[in-house]
């Protein structure tokens, strides 16, 4: 086990509803990232947060955002849910400088 | 181009023989390279980082580096069948603090 726990971990949505994720990262570990893996796909590149600011981010559009709190867990929300954002969202926790990610569970999202 | 390219398989090795895995990346400017482990329906686990061309030993695993053809691989030596998985090949890029994965080799060990 990582430490790093995630909730949800499945959840079924329809198209054009929001979604809220959620993850906290292992202890002493002071950045998050966020990943999406469809069926057959490595992980994509979300962001990554960094002192509660978004230090990265990769190709996804603006309706996916996300926040880390104090204590450095975070959250990922979806807004206007798409049928193509059916993936399992993974969230991996680091210390920043080693690049060594440890990931949750992941939460499966599936949008009808 | 894709970041990272990796033969997606499936891989097939019986067991006790040597499997090798291989990623290619596209960014010379990548200075971290990852090997994760998935079995299917979970997450991806950590088992061996490199940042420096050449090998580097860890139990049955060996990742090797070769910057300048910008080719990563993975040797599982006396291959296990709970070595049955996808493999996942991973590169940091500095910028944006990205981390870059390929589509993963699925490895079956045969008994």
């Known amino acids: 086990e990582t430490g790093v726990t995630q909730s949800p971990t499945h959840l079924i949505k329809t198209r054009g509803q929001q979604v809220t994720l959620r993850c906290s990262s292992q202890?002493?570990?002071?950045?998050v990232s966020w990943y999406q893996q469809a069926l057959g796909q490595g992980p994509q590149f979300i962001f990554q947060?960094?002192?509660?600011?978004?230090?990265g981010r990769g190709n996804f559009p603006p309706r996916f955002s996300g926040l880390q709190f104090p204590n450095y867990s975070s959250e990922l929300n979806v807004n206007a849910l798409e049928l193509d954002d059916s993936a399992l969202y993974l969230c991996?926790?680091?210390?920043?400088?080693?690049?060594?990610?440890?990931f949750g569970e992941g939460s499966r999202l599936t949008v009808l | 181009q894709k970041e990272v390219e990796q033969n997606s398989g499936p891989l097939s090795v019986p067991e006790g023989a040597i499997a090798s895995l291989n990623c290619t990346y596209s960014d010379r400017g990548s200075q971290s390279f990852f090997w994760y482990r998935q079995y299917s329906g979970k997450s991806p686990e950590l088992i061996m980082f490199i940042y420096s061309n050449g090998d580097k030993e860890d139990g049955r695993f060996t990742a090797q580096l070769n910057k300048a053809s910008q080719y990563v691989s993975l040797l599982i030596r006396d291959s296990q069948p709970s070595d049955s998985a996808t493999y996942l090949c991973a590169v940091n890029r500095p910028t944006g603090n990205q981390f870059y994965f390929g589509t993963g080799t699925s490895l079956t060990v045969i008994p």
């Open positions: 947060y960094y002192r509660e600011e978004e230090n």
């Open positions: 202890s002493g570990h002071n950045t």
């Open positions: 991996a926790s680091s210390f920043r400088g080693t690049g060594e990610l440890f």
